[in-house]
């Protein structure tokens, strides 16, 4: 009998186990890996291999195979030594030159049609300094491209091959990829036609210092990758492969594709226009740290820190000054200074639009209107030596001298004074250097030694405050504890 009641027993724990489990396992599903056949069997022929050539007077090459790329010979060379292994009586020495230009073999790269009329979008630095530009197909036709327009900022390009009812790849939204998704690329690395790799995405609009913010993945993408389609899991291309991390020249786990709206946009312009027609005001941007955002009394690192105006140009007809913080441009917020040139190259020339920026402890409303970016710009001037003669020393531990009227109209300023010695004082722990130019302390211009001796006895020495140095063409602010 007990034993009758040990078993009920365990039968109604196992169903309040089974109970429990149950709803855990329905919240938390089961994460599988995606099988990519079929969308690779999709996709596959709307990629191509491009392939460039350009004229030059070349010398055979050394040990060459014949219908091979010298870059993959080369990979040849290194491996299995000259001559190489198969190739009877392949030569060690070049052959003297034949004196007239010959069509060499320059690189290889990838592509993917977007329009069923031989439209293709590429690399610029795929297609960049090529006489001849072919493309391959995956049924093995070959055709010679039209090169439409390239971008070398954004590194897009759009090339054009006469056929018709070719393949192409839908284009994703690449504003709503998520970091982790499972993404693929396919392409030609090394020269080997329609390789496909997988993996995620490991970060969203990666900031490496160019003119787009990037996707970063960890799909293996090598050299020839460059060109071809990113694609999600629906087979839609939501970027172009375009760079690599790498210390050795091949993958390294980092890759980055180009967004495929920003992409489109280029490509919009490129395949009318042939050209990127883009906004610009004149300004040279600088770093934004912390100290500096704190001193300036913006809180957090934000905007773009303006270090010099181009006179006479859109900026300076629209009053911004160097110094200024740039916090939004056109009713967009401007996070960081790579923001910026971002911003106004989206922006149409001609269009005056409104600039907030922070200065002197304030936000002000500005007017500035776009110009072109082929617009001459104006030439940086080499810094004047500085002064030997030194009028006064201060609590930041510098010599400093009037400036002359001369010197004010060729580094476009109203007034300042010039570091002519430095001790080790906190001006010089700052990074000031001599023949520096202070042109603000604070919120307060400087007009001249005996008002700037008269400013800096008044600091605060526990307080930190920024100091506007014009150095060249450039106005860099430090923060400095005068204690």
Known sequence: MMKKHFIALLAILSLGQMSLVA??????????????????????????????????????????????PEDQAEFFRRFFGVPIPGIPNSPKQAQPNSGKPQEADRGVGSGFIIESNGLILTNAHVVEGATTIYVTLTDKREFKAKLLGMDKRTDVAVVKIEARDLPRLPLGDSSRVRVGEWVLAIGSPFGLENTVTAGIVSAKSRDTGDYLPFIQTDVAVNPGNSGGPLLNTAGQAIGINSQIFSRSGGYMGISFAIPIDEAMRVADQLRTTGRMNRGRIGVALGEMTKDVAESLGLGKPRGAYVRNVEPAGPAAAGGIE??????????????????????????????????QVWRKGASRELTVTVADSDATQAANKKPEAPSANSSSSNVFGVAVADLSDAKKKDLNIKGGVEVTGLGDGPLAKAGARPGDVIIRVADTDISGVKQFEALVKGLDANKAVPVFIRRADSTLVIPVRPK
Not at 37 to 62: G, H, Y
Not at 322 to 351: H, Q
């Open 322 to 355: 160097s110094g200024d913080v740039i916090l939004s441009f056109n009713g967009r917020e401007i996070a960081k200074s790579t923001d910026l040139p971002r911003v106004v190259g989206d922006t149409k020339p001609g269009t005056s639009v409104a600039v």
């Open 23 to 68: 709803p855990v396992s329905a919240q938390n599903p089961r994460v599988t890996i995606p099988d990519f056949a079929d969308l690779v069997e999709r996709a596959s022929p709307a990629v191509v291999n491009i392939r460039t050539t350009e004229k030059v007077m070349t010398q055979q090459s050394q040990g060459g195979i014949p219908g091979m």
